[in-house]
């Protein structure tokens, strides 16, 4: 069996699609240590840097010094804390709807509500670059899926109109592609799905914290809230933790706690993570200052590494995206750039289509001018050398 999965490992080398795990020592919320070598940090998904904000770090050690490390079970067989009742309160407060329902990641929470929510005789519309998994949760659900071409309304709208169903239609997207770094088209999208009676669910793993009035994500950049029916996101991002969660309606909700596969089978998440992600969510609410910081700063690389002649693509986002093309040319820059102090991603195919692999740049409210001084100044000349 080992021969087998070691000729299938030599081939992903082959083809420049080998992937390992590098050790990363945390500093701060925007550096970390290789060996003995302090590196900048710019493809964390931290994207306010309230990782190693004080008031975080003090609420999750409270919460493990008062309730233990762990939770023990479930919540529908060992009972819910009052932590978990109190964050989900203060989400659905935060998106404008009526409840919210805490998953142990964003990925489970996709995979859950999709599979819950669409079966055999409902169909799923769901945009060609979204997460992996929503791709999976389409799939799991058995519902028929229709993909429309990224962000094209004209081929969602000839898809919805071309396609018969006896029950659920779902729109289903990212609100900020976690690629590419680019915001749905969710204004129209919701007038779509008003004409052909579906339903709109929007995954903001990357919005939370990041767009909208004060960060409140994706159906708020656009005013939409009361239009959306479920709203995805992450605690694993901009609110410093981890896990998912989804928002909408009591019903909505009260119907995930009894179909859920991923929520009912999973023992909760530990009370520290909880308490952690609660005092993260009263920092962006307290502090909407950091939601303009992260967005500046955003602004600022992505304008200097496209006035170098770097195409960064359709970005509006703390993603930026530095499209290479090449794989074995992506490999080569991050380890450049890591190597001189600097850690990116370099993003290859399946991750994206063949032909745009990229550097995937995020940026942080906790980044300095200097440290994006430090990091244009390296990317752009370790582009030029590398001839993109």
């Known amino acids: ?127 060609e670059l979204n997460h992996a998994s929503i791709i999976d949760g389409c799939r799991l659900s058995l519902a028929r899926v229709i993909v429309y071409r990224h962000s094209d309304m004209a081929d969602l709208s000839a898809k919805l109109a071309a396609t018969p169903c006896q029950g659920l239609r779902l ?50 950049y656009f005013g939409l809230a009361e239009r959306i029916h479920v709203q995805m996101g992450t605690l694993s991002k901009a609110l410093a933790a981890e896990g998912g969660y989804i928002a909408g309606s009591q019903v909505l909700i009260d119907y995930l706690i009894n179909k859920a596969r991923s929520f009912i089978f999973s023992t909760a998440l530990a009370p520290a993570t909880i308490a952690a992600a609660q005092a993260a969510l009263a920092l962006i609410v307290a502090q909407p200052v950091l939601v303009r910081t ?20 359709e970005s509006e986002t703390p993603i930026i995206p530095v499209l290479v093309g090449n794989t074995e040319k992506a490999t080569t820059l991050a380890t450049t750039l890591r190597r001189n102090g600097l850690i990116v991603s370099a993003i290859r195919p399946p991750t994206v289509p063949p032909g745009t692999s990229r550097l995937r740049i995020t940026v942080s409210a906790a980044h300095s001018r200097e440290d994006l001084v430090f990091a244009v100044d390296r990317i752009i000349s370790a582009a030029k050398a590398a001839g993109i």
């Not at 240590?33 to 940090?41: N, Q």
């Open 171 to 220: 729109i289903v997207t990212d609100g900020v592609f976690s690629m590419d770094g680019d915001i749905a088209l969710l204004d129209r999208i919701v007038v779509l799905a008003e004409e052909h009676n579906a339903l709109v669910m929007v995954d903001d793993a990357h919005a939370t914290g990041v767009i909208g009035n004060g960060g409140h994500g994706t159906a708020a």
């Open 294 to 313: 992260v967005q500046e700063n955003a602004r600022y690389l992505r304008g200097i590494l496209a006035d170098a002649g770097l195409n960064v693509g």
């Open 1 to 127: 069996m080992d021969n087998i999965f070691a000729a299938r490992l030599e081939e992903l080398d082959r083809q420049g699609l080998y992937r390992s795990l590098t050790t990363y020592t945390p500093v701060s919320a925007t550096h970390v240590r290789l060996g003995d070598m302090e590196c900048l940090m710019l493809a964390s998904s931290n994207y306010l840097g309230l990782t190693h904000h004080p008031s975080v770090r003090q609420a999750a050690a409270d919460a493990a010094q008062l309730y233990g490390s762990g939770s023990g079970g479930s919540r529908l067989t060992t009972g819910t804390h009052p932590l978990y009742s109190s964050l989900e309160r203060d989400l659905a407060s935060f998106k404008g709807t009526e409840a919210a329902l805490v998953f142990n990641t964003g990925y489970m929470a996709n995979v859950g509500v999709l599979n819950a929510l669409a079966g055999a005789q409902d169909v799923i519309f769901s945009d």
